[in-house]
């Protein structure tokens, strides 16, 4: 089984501090494929957008895990998985959205762009 832990630290960003394609993928590597096999997920994609470009893309764990025969496995019994192909591969966000939504909204409100004024269901008035 291989091991869990992370790769060894990544020092720091390149010397004008902005973040380099090379920085963040040793970053993801260190940190994805160990939280993956921690948390039994199969595959992910990560997308890095900086200053509204994609800095890096990568793909992590299997798309297909090659489980039954009509899924990969061979005549032999060999199971056969297929690798995420972070251009190809897509996979549901889920409910994780209402967290980056959340999150977004309050940024707003803490840097004065947007308020916020928290109401309860017995207190409002939308139908």
């Known amino acids: 089984m291989p091991s869990t832990a992370p790769a060894p630290p990544v020092t720091g ?5 902005e973040p380099t394609e090379a920085d963040v ?3 993801l590597d260190g940190l994805v494929p160990a939280a993956l096999e921690t948390s039994g997920i199969a595959g992910a994609t990560v997308s890095v957008v900086h200053d509204g470009e994609i800095l890096t893309s990568r793909g992590y ?3 297909d895990t090659g489980v039954g025969y ?3 496995e ?5 199971i056969v998985t297929t690798p995420v192909d972070p251009d190809l591969d ?3 966000a889920g409910s994780v959205t209402k967290l ?4 977004a909204v309050m940024r707003l409100v803490e840097a004065g762009d947007s308020t916020w004024t928290p109401t309860s269901p017995s207190t409002s008035t939308s139908p």
Do not use: C, I, K, V
């Open 70 to 72: 009509e899924y990969g």
């Open 90 to 92: 897509l996979f549901r």
């Open 100 to 103: 980056f939504t959340a999150t």
């Open 25 to 27: 993928n040793a970053w």
């Open 13 to 17: 960003p390149a010397a004008d501090g």
């Open 74 to 78: 061979t005549a032999a019994g060999d």
């Open 61 to 63: 764990g299997n798309s």
